[in-house]
């Protein structure tokens, strides 16, 4: 089945579409993704990953599910010091959410998820999902759409990492020509960490020169398996979503 892409509808088509569909809303980044990974990855990643899966949840959604265009940028002014990064403050994208959403709520769309495909957005997806819900009669859901693939057999590859062996495995089966060579990784550095505490640090960042895990490691075979392993797992959490909100 065809993917229902707000930007190709008409005025009068998404009036009647939206009071009844789920809009899905994908996020990314455009950011450095070390010497060897495209600035897009983000952006490309979450973009594909949503796009597959409302092409799989709308046979059986119960409701229409409509795919908004993606947003390229993110919150990513962590990575400005290493070049080719754009970024928005974390106070801008959370108005930009907002004005998403209560965009959305204006032309009578009722249900908003967000798929979001970097880590720097993560708090701010969650801020936005809690207030549009407050500021508009809008039901907003969000997740990142990595956490399809937690239950995969990822072989000690981090999930999702930052440039590394996932996100680079991910690329290669998406679009390999956005993947340069790469030069096995053997001085990645140990990032201060305490169970059950998230710690922001710059310093890890230029520690670990702006990726973390080996992106020689990456493989565009596994690439594919997690991919169309996290797939289906947002199409059913779609499928879930239009049945209960």
């Known amino acids: 089945m065809s993917v229902v892409r707000w930007q190709a509808q008409t005025r009068d088509q998404l009036t009647a579409l939206l009071p009844e569909a789920v809009v899905v809303l994908p996020i990314g980044a455009t950011e450095q993704h070390g010497p060897h990974l495209a600035t897009g990855t983000d952006a490309l990643l979450a973009e594909t990953a949503a796009t597959r899966a409302v092409e799989l949840a709308a046979e059986s959604a119960a409701r229409p599910l409509v ?40 032309c009578g769309g009722r249900r908003l998820v967000i798929v979001n495909g970097h880590g720097g957005n993560r708090g701010i997806c969650s801020a936005a999902a809690a207030a549009a819900s407050v500021r508009s009669p809008i ?26 062996g996932f996100e680079t495995s991910l690329v290669l089966a998406v679009d390999p ?8 990784r053997t001085d990645v550095p140990t990032i201060p960490a305490v169970p059950g505490v998230e710690i922001q640090r710059q310093a890890s960042w230029h520690d670990q020169d702006g ?35």
Not at 227 to 241: E, Y
């Open 211 to 245: 990726y973390t895990d080996d992106p020689a490691k990456a493989d565009a075979a596994q690439g594919r398996e997690w991919l169309d392993h996290l797939v289906r797992r947002l199409a059913g959490q779609l499928v879930d979503l239009a049945a209960a909100i």
């Open 139 to 164: 039901t907003v859901g969000y997740l990142d759409y990595w956490d399809g693939a937690a239950d995969a057999d990822l072989g000690g590859t981090p999930l999702p990492g930052h440039a590394g």
């Open 177 to 184: 020509e956005l993947v340069t060579e790469r030069a096995p």
């Open 67 to 106: 795919l908004a265009p993606t947003l390229p940028i993110g919150a990513s002014d962590h990575h400005l010091p290493f070049g080719g990064t754009l970024s928005l403050r974390p106070e801008t994208l959370l108005a930009l959410l907002l004005d998403v959403a209560r965009s959305v709520a204006d």
